[in-house]
Nanobody, 131 residues
Framework: QLQLVESGGGLVQPGGSLRLSCAAS????????IGWYRQAPGREREGVSC????????HYRDSVKGRFTISRADAGHTVYLEMNNLKPEDTAVYYC????????????????????????WGQGTQVNVSS
């Protein structure tokens, strides 16, 4: 059982930055494709950014390209989502998820729900962008 924990959310003004972290309790994420997702009130969950096990392959939704960066660190134990130039429309609960390593980053980001038992989701961290 993989337990994911997100952290780093908070309140920030438009144009500000936050760095979200995703880690697994007692285990490394290096063997999993990892995705960041978000869900705003009244809206469906959407894939934000995803990264392969090696970190060489990434995927971003169009609205965050050039502003968000996903990366692996700590020998694969942690996956970060660096968010810059934040906008009010980025306000949402942000979740990370893990799936087996043969999941492509595009598929990872497209699958916004839980479809199988071979995937794991965190509880989410709130990001509020407001002046």
């Amino acid at each position: 059982q993989l337990q994911l924990v997100e952290s780093g959310g908070g309140l920030v003004q438009p144009g500000g930055s936050l760095r979200l972290s995703c880690a697994a309790s007692g285990r490394s994420l290096e063997y999993y494709t990892i995705g960041w997702y978000r869900q705003a009130p009244g809206r469906e969950r959407e894939g934000v950014s995803c990264i392969s096990t090696s970190g060489r392959s990434t995927h971003y939704r169009d609205s965050v390209k050039g502003r968000f960066t996903i990366s692996r660190a700590d020998a694969g134990h942690t996956v970060y989502l660096e968010m810059n130039n934040l906008k009010p429309e980025d306000t949402a609960v942000y979740y990370c998820a893990a799936r087996p390593s043969d999941t492509t980053v595009r598929t990872m980001c497209e699958r916004t729900g839980r479809f199988t038992t071979s995937e794991w989701w965190g509880q989410g961290t709130q990001v509020n962008v407001s002046s």
